[in-house]
């Protein structure tokens, strides 16, 4: 015995205006039912519900637009002329599938929360039906030729949603026997004698009904998605060897020093850490996949030329760089004194704020490679943010 999910988009949207019914007309770029299907999957798996079978219900115009629209994922049925036809069309196609229960949704609902659909599986643990709703807030008046002709009292009213929830041999036979015009699933079931639960509701689970509505689903999904911030953390390790010489370049800065460091480039290790944080961040390999070292033209080379490449291919994936934190880790030189200036010069390569640069030191307490002073390691952490 298992889940099954309706939703009916066989209506033609005449409410909603435009060329097209609403269901197939776009919202930020994608038809709102694949928003209404891909609400319904996000949902079902948060709600760690198995589904056995989705059933869209289309108008039977567009059973092509919409095999091409879902691949075959779902099962396709034809609608009737009005919503309750939709829906017992449906239910007749499931009969015989061993079904236990039922959620019945609108194509026109395509901003579904998990939380509401996880709200009407719980209740109907304990009821044979449930629906979400949000309680009428706003004061109810009669009016009549544009004036108020009186006020009704608003308690104990609610604002119906779906998905709407059954066991399935109840909606069905309730169905079998209802005739004339309902609102919904839930009118058909309490006119067959059965209690329905009032399940939590959703303002972001709006029908698309008139032209206005597409907008504000516009809205709620921007909010999401920036309530959804895409950040990427990456990090970065580099170690180079002393060799004879008489300055380091650590992080942009020429530092005098009794050894110099080693490496095919500057040998800076600080910005060679920082650099492939970066690409790390970008997963976008290493400093050596976009400057080899077996390349001659890079022998030597300045290495703010590797972070400002890195930096500049963030900015060209749409990301900016919100913060990166340095550490160099050697007995000598002293880095604390050079850390101002080391933390202005990343910060002027990558083009960000110096208040977002963080270089320290440290020593390894005289212990391995780095004690010994045979060379310097330093490790570094960025945080990247998309715009
Ligand atoms: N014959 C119908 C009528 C409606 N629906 C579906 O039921 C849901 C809720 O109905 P409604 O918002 O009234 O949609 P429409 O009937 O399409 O709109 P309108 O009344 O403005 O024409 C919609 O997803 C709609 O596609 C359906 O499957 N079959
Ligand atoms: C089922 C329903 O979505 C519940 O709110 C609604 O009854 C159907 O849409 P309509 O706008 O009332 O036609």
């Not at 579904?112 to 599986?121: F, N």
């Not at 780095?370 to 060379?375: D, F, M, S």
């Amino acid at each position: 015995m298992s889940i099954a999910m309706i939703i009916v988009a066989a209506g033609r949207g005449t409410r909603a205006g435009g060329e097209e019914p609403k269901q197939w007309q776009m919202l930020a770029g994608q038809p709102v039912l694949r928003h209404t299907i891909a609400s319904c999957y996000k949902a079902l798996a948060s709600a760690n519900a198995e589904c056995a079978r989705v059933v869209v219900v289309l108008h039977p115009d567009d059973m092509a637009r919409g095999l091409a629209l879902t691949g075959g994922a779902v099962t396709l049925v034809a609608g009737g002329n009005t919503r309750d036809a939709s829906v017992r069309n449906a239910l007749e196609a499931l009969a015989d599938q061993n079904i236990s229960k039922v959620l019945i949704h609108d194509g026109a609902r395509p901003l579904l929360p998990a939380e509401v659909l996880t709200g009407v599986l719980h209740a109907l643990d304990g009821h044979p039906a449930a629906a979400p709703a949000l309680p009428v807030t706003d004061a109810l008046w009669t009016g009549a030729e544009d004036l108020v002709s009186g006020t009704r009292d608003r308690t104990g009213l609610y604002r119906a949603q779906t998905p709407q929830g059954f066991r399935f041999d109840a909606i069905l036979a309730a169905h079998r026997a209802h005739e004339g015009p309902a609102a919904d699933d839930v009118e058909i079931v309490r006119m067959a004698g059965m209690d329905v639960a009032i399940t939590l509701g959703h303002e972001d689970n709006l029908k698309i009904t008139y032209p206005a509505d597409f907008a504000r689903a516009e809205a709620i999904l921007r909010a999401r998605k920036d309530a959804a911030m895409d950040v990427r953390l990456g990090n970065g390790y580099d170690v180079h060897a002393f060799t004879e010489g008489d300055h380091v370049v650590l992080c942009g800065v020429k530092i005098p020093h009794s050894k110099a460091l080693l490496g095919h480039s500057d040998a800076d290790v600080g910005m060679h850490a920082l650099t492939d944080a970066i690409y790390g961040a970008l997963a976008q390999g290493d400093i050596g996949r976009h400057f080899p070292p077996s390349d001659p033209q890079w022998k030597g080379a300045a290495s703010w030329i590797f972070l400002d490449h890195a930096a500049k291919l963030a900015r060209k994936m749409g990301y900016r760089i919100s913060n990166a934190d340095v550490t160099l880790i050697c007995e000598r030189p002293k880095v604390g004194p050079h850390a101002p200036e080391m933390m202005a010069e990343l910060a002027r390569i990558m083009e960000i704020e110096p208040d977002r640069v963080s270089v320290k030191a440290t020593t390894s307490e005289r212990l391995g490679f780095t004690g010994r002073e045979e060379g310097i390691a330093s490790i570094a952490t960025v945080t990247l943010i998309a715009e």
